[in-house]
């Protein structure tokens, strides 16, 4: 083992809690356990949560894998889920080879991967002879990848001389619980903090699956409770900050990939984070903002390919509001984000007046078939909702055929939400305006335009082939320094 001078959590100094992604651990795991761990550790307690592997792309990562693994094992004479554990096995046996240099721990490492292999094939061979996976056997499943990712990571740290400790936390809940409020958040967060302070001054690796919630992990939270888990985390030790590590350097007031001169904001709110995150920005799962800035603390965005960048800080509200008093604040918006794969489903009534049961049984029958509406606009009798196209097209299909009853329905595809996100405008005069000249100006048609009375948000749907030059039209009108000097001026 390569031995270190790093003094690793003194019990003196503040927490930091280190969230790293699929793709993170996947590519930059020498990079997270050579240098940014590393250098956390003179001034910093450091946890580390981790989420699965992914590979280049995220169809490969492991988490995929694992759900077509599920599918596959209920696929009566498919044998497809033994090859696809032990791709799992010999991708996450290739990735220890690679990056570990002491071969008494590779060799530790090794069984542990093949043991975790080993009942994950005999898991889904159980399944396949019962003919059923259920949700919380499902939730098992896919928590294998994280359990994984855990082993390796916690086993190159001591490659590099930091003394850690793989923390599984499939069994941290101990009390039964019927639904996920607050009450539950809060107990959590106190086990996980428990489990933390156990390991002493080593370092801990926690999976970011933390065993069996009432209704499913995957259907009450999603593929984003690693977030969720660092942030409980984070808050039940009272930590200085929760870091959320990407691959890219934080939060921009556009796409730099497809505008240029996209800025890099230093700081934004959390309801900014929230509302670029639901549509298209992948800031941060929703409920993890919600419980970390409850409790005041702020959540970082860092790359791991810049570690010593600054990123974007998402500051708790009172935090940001104590800054605010000594500062000039403009007003101008903060960001724009697209969402592709939308579509518009309209609903004209078949009457002359909408009656008082006409919106209610709009969305009864929506949400029988399971669809969300990300936007919607209704005048007296007609109704225009955005739809993610990510819905299962038979269910559309289904939906649409109830809703026929109640007046025409048309579905329009190939569309996309344009969202204009930022606090500080919404006691400004003239914003939309400028963001609808700016739209008139590309030659963008819009569909839908809706605006809540927050006034955080004004979001439209126009045609997908006209996003990027909509997208960049607003941004040069609206979120350029020249545009927002040129405002501030005025």
């Known amino acids: 083992m390569h031995t ?25 795991l020498d990079v997270i356990a050579s240098r940014i761990v590393p250098s956390y550790l003179e001034k910093n307690r450091v946890v580390v949560v981790c989420s699965a592997r992914s590979g280049e792309t995220k169809s490969k990562g492991t988490t995929n894998r694992l759900l077509k693994a599920a599918e596959e094992a209920l696929n009566n004479g498919s044998q497809e889920y033994l090859n696809i554990v032990q791709d799992i096995k010999d991708d996450h046996i290739a990735a220890a080879r690679s990056a570990i240099k002491d071969q008494q721990i590779l060799e530790q490492l090794e069984k542990e991967i093949d043991r975790q292999c080993l009942r994950l094939r005999s898991f889904l061979q159980a399944a ?49 619980f019927t639904v996920l409020d607050q009450t539950f958040y809060d107990y959590l967060s106190q086990r996980l903090a428990e489990a933390v302070q156990a390991c002493g001054n080593k370092v801990p690796v926690l999976t970011g699956f933390f065993g069996n919630v009432p209704g499913s992990l995957l259907a009450t939270i999603g593929r984003g409770y690693t977030d969720l888990c660092a942030a409980l985390v984070a808050v039940g030790l009272k930590a200085q900050e929760l870091q959320i590590w990407k691959e890219v350097d934080g939060v921009f007031t556009a796409d730099p990939r497809k505008v240029d001169g996209a800025r890099l ?61 000594a500062e000039v604040v403009h007003k101008h918006p903060t960001a724009v984000t697209i969402k592709d794969n939308i579509c518009v489903l309209n609903v004209h009534s078949n009457r002359k007046s909408v009656s008082h049961g006409f919106l209610a049984k709009i969305f009864t029958t929506l949400d029988e078939h399971n669809i969300v509406v990300d936007l919607i606009s209704t005048s007296e009798v007609h109704v225009s909702m955005a739809l993610s196209t990510d819905v299962v097209r038979t269910s559309l299909e289904k939906a649409v055929g109830s809703l026929k009853a109640l007046g025409t329905v048309d579905v329009i595809e190939n569309m996309a939400i344009l969202s204009l996100v930022g606090k500080d405008m919404r006691n400004t005069v003239g914003t939309a305006g400028k963001m609808f000249t700016a739209l008139a100006g590309a030659g963008v048609s819009i569909e839908i335009i809706s605006q809540g009375a927050s006034e955080i948000n004004i979001s439209c749907v126009i045609a997908e082939e006209k996003a990027l030059s909509a997208m960049r039209a607003i941004h040069e009108r609206l979120l350029t320094l020249e545009s927002i000097q040129q405002a501030a001026d005025l």
């Open 4 to 28: 270190s001078p790093l003094r690793t959590n003194p019990t003196d100094l503040p927490w930091v809690v280190q969230k790293y992604g699929g793709t993170s651990v996947g590519k930059f």
């Open 128 to 176: 396949e002879i019962i003919d059923e996976i259920s949700p919380r056997s499902r939730d098992i499943i896919v928590g294998m990848g994280e359990l994984l990712s855990c082993n390796i990571t916690a086993a190159l740290l001591k490659d590099r001389g930091i003394d850690s400790q793989l923390v599984v936390l499939n069994n941290i809940i101990d009390q039964e």
């Open 265 to 325: 904001l230093s700081k934004i709110t959390p309801e900014e984070a929230a509302e670029l995150t639901y549509y298209g920005s992948e800031v941060i799962h929703p409920f993890t903002m919600e419980q970390v800035i409850k409790a005041a603390i702020p959540i970082r965005i860092k790359n791991v390919e810049n570690p010593a960048g600054s990123g974007t800080i998402i500051y708790p509200e009172t935090a940001i509001l104590e800054k605010k008093k």
